[in-house]
């Protein structure tokens, strides 16, 4: 198989899944990489826990979702311990949640069970040398949750700084992120051209902005649910 040259030693792998066809099945995709050995199977997490101390494994490949002690949790206690092994979650349950956790315990990486046999084996090397190791799938939903965390991040400060304004300010805010003129937003509020005006000032005054414009995408950042914009 490929990238062999990468590996300087033998690679003690520890395989943890509750299901025995699935630790038969790694156990002979592993046995065709010369530089792999696989030195014992667990059925759990706590299991595994024990079988790695035992056995000092430089990798462990962890199943998820396993009766009793789960992956998860045993990923935390075999990368709290010294010395700790790598740690590849693989499993078929992508959730982000599982990823982002799996990444914050300390895993070296993580990847679904279809990943075909030669590149689970480079995998494997990788994690033994400290390198991360990432589907390309699970990447990119890693990527759009991070993307995902950074917008309900910017949401909640946009509405943060909204809540500085008063109701009425609030309201002539949110008319100006539909793009109403001041005329429009005093002739659907009853209000006098001079009182809009004067709320603008004040809601520019408290947000710290300079234009209307920035006003309108603070609102949106806000992602309130706007009256319909102007005809």
Do not use: C, W, Y
Not at 21 to 38: C, I, K, S
Not at 39 to 68: Q, T, W, Y
Not at 90 to 117: C, E, I, N, S
Not at 136 to 154: F, G, K, M, N, W
């Amino acid at each position: 198989m490929a990238d062999v040259s990468d590996a300087a030693e033998i690679i003690d792998v520890l395989l943890v899944d509750d299901d025995p066809v699935v630790r038969f099945g790694l156990t002979m995709m592993l046995r065709g990489a010369p530089d792999l050995r696989v030195v014992a199977e667990a059925g759990d997490g706590a299991e595994a826990v024990e079988l790695a101390r035992r056995h000092n494994p430089a990798v462990v490949l962890m199943d998820i979702r396993m009766p009793g002690t789960d992956g998860l949790t045993a990923t935390e206690t075999l990368r709290s311990g010294s010395p700790a092994p790598q740690v590849i979650v693989l499993t078929t349950f992508d959730a982000d949640a599982h990823v982002l956790r799996a990444l914050r315990a300390g895993a070296a990486g993580f990847l679904l069970k279809d990943t075909p046999p030669d590149e689970l084996v480079v995998a494997i090397r990788h994690a033994a040398q400290g390198r991360p190791v990432l589907s390309p799938e699970v990447t990119r939903r890693l990527i759009a949750r991070v993307a995902e965390s950074e917008q309900d991040s910017r949401r909640g400060a946009a509405r943060r700084r909204l809540d500085l304004l008063g109701d009425r300010e609030r309201e002539v805010a949110i008319e100006i992120g539909t793009g109403r003129s001041n005329a429009e937003i005093a002739a659907r509020h009853h209000l006098g051209l001079t009182t809009v005006k004067t709320h603008v000032s004040a809601i520019l005054t408290k947000l710290r902005l300079n234009n209307r414009v920035q006003v309108a995408l603070l609102v949106h950042d806000a992602e309130l649910d706007l009256p319909d914009g102007p005809d």
